[in-house]
T-cell receptor, first 115, second 113 residues
Framework: GAGVSQSPRYKVAKRGQDVALRCDPI?????LFWYQQALGQGPEFLTY????????KSGLPSDRFFAERPEGSVSTLKIQRTQQEDSAVYLC?????????????FGPGTRLTVL | RKEVEQDPGPFNVPEGATVAFNCTYS??????FFWYRQDCRKEPKLLMS???SGNEDGRFTAQLNRASQYISLLIRDSKLSDSATYLC??????????????FGQGTILTVHP
């Protein structure tokens, strides 16, 4: 029973670089969420997938942020031309169902630092 | 104004103390509420759900007041291991909603010997 895994755990990028963050949800989980957690704040919603469909991307802060889940399992969050304000922990969560009634299980997060 | 607001603390209490955290939410469409616990540099983990009738789990009691849009968490007989950040969470779940979580800022608790 592996949980949600994320890689890399830590990423340091120079301003302007592109980064890709990976999330492996629990096997068979339909729903996948990405959240961004800035230092001293609670997580904030970025985007939601139900299987391979991205049903909500209202939380993505700019068009530099892009997420995909092409086969309905692994998801990648890509940030282009990183800025210092992108420094945060990026959390992925998954749930078995697609109706929001199940507990969300979080991965350990990727800590992104943009210099 | 944030959709879910908490007193960020920090709360510093001795072992054995009783401590209460409060939270308010502004979206009256919110249907489900939770308290999550987050240890330093770890992911959030569900502590307990919150119901209007109250919910007790050992030393922890959570309460929801829908009329006031207010949520509380009471921790009795605090242990050193209770030291963490406690996150108040609201969501719309069920039906056509998929359960996006809206988090408060978090309340930091430190229990000292």
């Amino acid at each position: 029973g592996a949980g949600v895994s994320q890689s890399p755990r830590y990423k340091v990028a120079k301003r302007g670089q592109d980064v890709a963050l990976r999330c492996d949800p629990i096997s068979g989980h339909v729903s996948l969420f990405w959240y961004q957690q800035a230092l001293g704040q609670g997580p904030e919603f970025l985007t939601y997938f139900q299987n391979e469909a991205q049903l909500d991307k209202s939380g993505l802060p700019s068009d530099r942020f892009f997420a995909e889940r092409p086969e309905g399992s692994v998801s990648t969050l890509k940030i282009q031309r990183t800025q210092q304000e992108d420094s945060a922990v990026y959390l992925c969560a998954s749930t078995k169902a697609g109706d929001g009634t199940d507990t969300q299980y979080f991965g350990p997060g990727t800590r992104l630092t943009v210099l | 104004r944030k959709e879910v607001e908490q007193d960020p603390g920090p709360f510093n209490v001795p072992e054995g103390a009783t401590v209460a955290f409060n939270c308010t939410y502004s979206n009256s469409a919110s249907q489900s509420f939770f308290w999550y616990r987050q240890d330093c540099r770890k992911e959030p983990k569900l502590l307990m759900s919150v119901y209007s009738s109250g919910n007790e789990d050992g030393r922890f009691t959570a309460q929801l007041n829908r009329a006031s849009q207010y949520i509380s968490l009471l921790i009795r007989d605090s242990k050193l291991s209770d030291s963490a950040t406690y996150l108040c969470v609201a969501t719309s779940a069920g039906g056509t909603s998929y359960g996006k979580l809206t988090f408060g800022q978090g309340t930091i608790l430190t229990v000292h010997p």
